[in-house]
């Protein structure tokens, strides 16, 4: 009788036993902890610092020429992270790798005596982000870090007869900083089920660059030119985490 009574004491334990550490580790897996890898697509602007436009400071050069600043086009590439749940934050690293449809190019009608064509290249950013679990499987974060991009310029003289002939190719490479805010939403799980969970994110950033400069070899040796410029992106992206 003493060991009947004991069997279902014995059973309660070893019950007990099992579903502490299963609640313990189910509490402690986050959907948002771990490595990530996402695809990026969206709409890229980038232009001047300045808020005045080149054609309206009555120069008598660009005057209602209706000079578009603005380089846009569709920026693409991918990114890889590791994030870790903290319990009242997500911390997480990132980089990305991107690329920039972003063409502007002097209309042919521009009565100024040169014209010019701007492109947009690769785009390489690293940096972290914080972010609250603001639903069961919904993230909202910010970020800011380390991003460069390359810039491709090209200025030609429109005007045979003012005694100036040049042709000048440029590329650079210029630093600066992003910042941006979006929010992640998981949508189950991906790879056919093998347990990473799969994702959807929507993203604003902006970056600033300070060091694109057009020096001397242009100008003839009188001055060189100093470009401030704000870059403006709104990204969608799809992954999945491992």
């Known amino acids: 009788m003493e060991f009947n009574n004991e069997v279902p004491l014995i059973l309660t334990l070893l019950a007990g036993s099992m579903i502490v550490p299963a609640a313990a580790q189910a509490q402690e897996t986050s959907p948002f902890t771990g490595p990530r890898a996402e695809i990026l697509l969206g709409y890229d602007t980038l232009r001047s610092g300045s808020d005045t436009d080149i054609d309206t400071n009555n120069d008598g050069i660009f005057e209602d020429n209706g000079i578009d600043q603005s380089v846009d086009g569709l920026a693409y590439g991918f990114g890889l992270g590791y994030d870790f749940d903290a319990g009242p934050v997500v911390f997480g690293i990132e980089g990305e790798y991107m690329d920039s449809t972003g063409e502007q190019e002097s209309d042919e009608g521009l009565s100024a005596p040169f014209g010019y064509r701007i492109n ?10 914080i972010g609250a679990q603001v639903a069961p499987t919904t993230l909202l974060y910010a970020k800011g870090g ?3 991009t390359a810039v491709e310029s090209r200025f030609q003289d429109n005007l045979a007869a003012d005694g100036v002939n040049f042709n000048f190719d440029d590329s650079q490479q210029v630093d600066g900083y992003r910042i941006g805010a979006g929010v992640e ?3 189950g799980l991906g790879l056919a089920g093998i347990g990473s969970s799969g994702f959807v994110k929507l993203e604003y950033r902006y ?5 694109l400069k057009f020096n001397d070899t242009l100008f003839n040796g009188n001055n060189e030119i100093g470009v401030d410029l704000d870059r ?11």
Not at 207 to 211: A, D, E, I, M, P
Not at 233 to 241: E, K, L, N, T, V
């Open 120 to 129: 947009l290249k690769r785009d390489l950013y690293v940096g972290a982000r």
């Open 146 to 148: 380390y991003t460069n």
């Open 185 to 187: 939403q998981l949508i």
């Open 207 to 211: 970056s600033n660059y300070s060091s």
């Open 232 to 242: 403006h992106q709104i990204m969608a992206g799809i992954g999945f985490r491992f």
